[in-house]
């Protein structure tokens, strides 16, 4: 039977996988603030977004298998969890849309800026407001389980990872 561990225990296993998946978008924002520096269809601009689709990628589907399922199961969590899986499904058509747009045109760049704010807006958001809720939600065994399968998936869902262009327009619903 699952005992609820004291709250100190609890908060510094709840801080060990959030403490990751906030190391994953410290790196996210990292080649978000390298991307917006490239200009044109150069290869860094390409290699950068290629890295940047693949990291997020896998990171959300990891987060969401760890994470999310977790945070499912618990009802004073269900809207954000939600909310979160949403915007991930949002996230991945930006950069799907994004991919499939000339790297040398005004529209990518434009296009770049808005998932640049929607990402960060979509991480600020978990760190300060979900990742709190959900630590207060979570057991000792709760957590440990969250930090293998993230580390487990992540590997798996990043090799799997790929850039997929698909135009907004012409994606399917």
């Known amino acids: 039977m699952a005992t609820t561990p004291d709250k100190s225990t609890a908060d510094k296993s709840a801080n060990d996988i959030?403490?990751?998946l906030k190391q994953d978008h410290d790196k996210h924002r990292g080649l978000l603030d390298k991307l917006s520096e490239t200009h044109g269809e150069s290869g860094e601009r390409k290699k950068?977004?290629?890295e940047f689709t693949v990291e997020v990628k896998g990171h959300a589907a990891a987060e969401e298998q760890a994470l999310y399922s977790t945070m499912m199961r618990k009802p004073a969590t269900t809207d954000e969890t939600r909310h979160s899986v949403a915007e991930h499904h949002e996230i991945e058509e930006a950069?799907?849309?994004l991919a499939a747009t000339d790297m040398s045109s005004g529209a990518w760049m434009a296009?770049?800026?808005q998932l640049d704010h929607d990402y960060r807006h979509h991480i600020d958001e978990e760190?300060?407001?979900h990742f709190?809720?959900?630590?207060k939600q979570l057991t000792e065994e709760d957590t440990e389980h969250m930090r293998k399968v993230f580390e487990l998936r992540k590997v798996k869902e990043r090799a799997d990872a790929e850039v997929t262009p698909e135009a907004r327009d012409e994606a399917k619903e």
């Open 127 to 129: 760190e300060s407001d």
């Open 132 to 135: 709190p809720d959900f630590a």
């Open 111 to 113: 296009k770049f800026k």
């Open 48 to 50: 950068l977004f290629e």
């Open 18 to 20: 959030f403490g990751r």
């Open 95 to 97: 950069l799907n849309d």
